[in-house]
């Protein structure tokens, strides 16, 4: 719970303080400044139904986005297409991290995708007491 409140606290901070740099959109979840680290926030609507507090994720290989959020909550990749090799990422203390690898453009199950694109798409749901939200994360070469 300690680690929540301290998350909680720093996406707070975050959203008051604006941001650091120019090219922030304040709707695109990118690493904080200084670090290799996206902090995204999840919260439950009054109905109970997850949503985070960003519209999308974008991050760089080697990078990581930690979701911070109620006590238990996974975040689930689609069509077991996932940066980690995990479909399931269940919460530890309201805490999901979610490393992207290094080499990730150079894996062949995207080689393909990345080629075309320039980028990589996951689509994963962000599951609560059996509600879903399905957010992209998107990650980009540097």
């Known amino acids: 719970m300690k680690v929540f409140r301290m998350l909680s606290a720093l996406v707070f901070m975050v959203g008051v303080s604006g941001c650091a740099s120019s090219s922030c959109d304040p709707k695109i979840g990118t690493p904080l400044p200084g670090t290799n680290t996206a902090v995204v926030g999840v919260y439950l609507q009054k109905d109970g139904t997850p949503r985070e507090t960003v519209k999308e994720v974008v991050v760089h ?7 911070a959020g109620p006590d238990e909550f996974s975040i689930v990749f689609k069509n077991r297409k996932t940066p ?3 479909v399931e990422n269940p919460s530890k203390e309201g ?3 979610i490393k992207i690898p290094v080499d990730i453009f150079d894996k062949k199950e995207f080689l393909e995708e990345f080629r075309k694109n320039k980028s990589l798409v996951f689509d994963y749901g962000i ?3 059996g509600k879903n939200y399905d957010p992209p994360l998107r990650v980009v070469p540097l």
């Open 95 to 97: 805490v999901v991290l």
């Open 84 to 86: 980690n090799g995990n």
């Open 61 to 67: 290989p080697g990078q990581n986005v930690l979701y």
């Open 127 to 129: 599951n609560v007491n």
